[in-house]
């Protein structure tokens, strides 16, 4: 079917809206028609070859929609469902079988092969490959197909167009509080970064009765909108020292958890050492490949921890409809860092999202 698509030609380069030409639907596959895409960092890796990857290419992995239509072997989703797109995983492997897809064996394959599993392709310009299917989704477009696993069904009574950042971003940040660390009523955290997956675990660690929420990050227009959000403590690392302010919050003693979302490698060693004895710290930011870091090991031995966190540990099918629910009760209302644009205007959306001025970019497509 003919749809319209952002496509990436070259690297670091803009998106252009074309006509293409998008494959049916298989046994196993959803048609969805999008009613909105987040857009989130990740996007931009391919682009700049930070990940390599082929041109030219449909990005997007934070589609929400409606099911259009579906395979023979589909029994889960039926037309007119309202969606929110997520991760790919094989569902085969060990960790897919012990409970945890987002640590899938073949997650790259899976989110940034632009192909099906198999290798074949789902969209085309005449006889010209576009690669889609990134994260099973290429949502950057007007349609989408994606396949059951990967595909959640939501209520039909909260807003369609707000709810897809929760395929990725929202449920990474909220994800890492609830599913990775664990945190507790009582308990102290400090978040380094406030974009939307710092700030979305912001959300989460009110949610959890978390005491102390410290937010570090040097844009104070962000550092405003953690405190309206909750933060009961912010830092400028520009202007302070983050871990003795965060020792002085703490009487001394640091946090029981941190989170680093910026893949900023002196934000994660600061947040390695704002950890108290005994302490967590999850990492989600993504510094390029072969970045390294140290560590002060004796640090470690004082049973402190560090962990990689992946999508916030989800189990998306079970994981978002509770995110969806506790913003319907008002409690997680990550509708305040999102910013709408229209699909045509996706390239100011990028560069707003790059350039700190919008914190959760969310494209609406318009079908009238």
Request: net charge negative.
């Amino acid at each position: 079917m003919k749809i319209t698509a952002a496509v990436m030609r070259e690297k670091g380069g803009r998106f252009s809206l074309e006509e293409v030409d998008l494959a049916d639907p298989r046994d196993d596959e959803v048609l969805i028609r999008m009613v909105s895409c987040g857009i989130c960092h990740t996007d931009t890796l391919p682009r700049d070859q930070v990940v390599p990857a082929p041109f030219p290419a449909i990005y997007g992995h934070e589609g929400a929609g409606v099911v259009e239509k579906v395979g023979r072997q589909v029994s889960r989703l039926q037309p007119g469902d309202h969606v929110v797109m997520s991760c790919n995983s094989c569902g085969h492997c060990d960790t897919c079988q012990t409970g945890h897809p987002m640590y899938c064996r073949h997650f790259f394959q899976a989110n940034f092969g632009f192909a099906r599993m198999d290798g074949s392709h789902t969209i085309y310009k005449c006889e010209e490959v576009i690669h889609g299917s990134f994260f099973n989704q290429s949502s950057f477009a007007t349609y989408a197909l994606g396949t059951e696993r990967s595909v959640v069904k939501i209520p039909s009574d909260v807003p369609l167009d707000l709810m897809g950042p929760l395929g990725c971003g929202v449920q990474t940040g909220a994800g890492a509080v609830i599913n990775s660390l664990r945190v507790q009523a009582g308990d102290s955290i400090a978040i380094y970064g406030a974009g939307s997956v710092g700030l979305s675990a912001l959300l989460a660690a009110v949610v959890t009765g978390c005491a102390v929420r410290i937010c570090v990050d040097p844009n104070e227009e962000r550092l405003e909108v953690a405190r309206t959000l909750g933060a009961t403590h912010v830092v400028n690392p520009a202007k302070t020292a983050p871990v003795e302010a965060i020792r002085e919050i703490t009487g001394g003693l640091g946090t029981r958890f941190s989170l680093e979302t910026s893949g900023n490698l002196t934000a994660l060693r600061q947040a390695v050492d704002s950890i108290q004895i005994m302490g967590e710290c999850g990492m989600i930011g993504a510094p390029a490949f072969g970045s390294e870091i140290g560590f002060d090991t004796w640090g470690l031995l004082l049973g402190r921890k560090i962990r990689g966190i992946c999508e916030g540990d989800a189990v998306p099918k079970l994981f978002i409809p509770k995110l969806v629910e506790l913003h319907r009760q008002g409690r997680f209302p990550f509708d305040k860092i999102v910013r709408f644009y229209d699909f045509k205007d996706i390239n100011q959306a990028v560069e707003d999202s790059e350039r700190g001025r919008a914190i959760k970019a969310v494209l609406r497509f318009d079908f009238h």
